[in-house]
């Protein structure tokens, strides 16, 4: 490795402690909605604006699923937990990955307003 590279990892490394004990801020941080620890699965639908049956349908899950996800009977594990959060960082990701499948499909979009492509 590079010595200019290795001093700005080893910048980024002391900036990342200093963050963590307290004596910086971080520079952006991101909320991840969640309760108890599991994604507030109703909040980020709500995030896209979309019915049960679309955001189903745009995360490949069965309206049941979501369902329970949403009335906190079943938690989203695993990749489904995963696929949430870059849901609720990227929704332009998945827009646009879900748009682009169906068009290879030949099926209709899912109307709704897509959120901006900002990063959360």
Known sequence: MKDELFDELL???REGGAILRGEAEAGRTFHFPEKDGVPDV???RGDFG???AQ???LMGISVGT????EQGRRAPEGPASVLLEVA???PDVVWGVVRDRRARHGK???EAAEPAAEER
């Open 55 to 57: 955001f189903a349908e």
């Open 50 to 52: 979309v019915s049960q």
């Open 42 to 44: 109703a909040a980020i």
């Open 88 to 90: 609720h960082r990227r």
């Open 108 to 110: 209709p979009a899912i």
């Open 11 to 13: 910048e980024s490394v």
């Open 66 to 69: 979501l369902r329970n996800w």
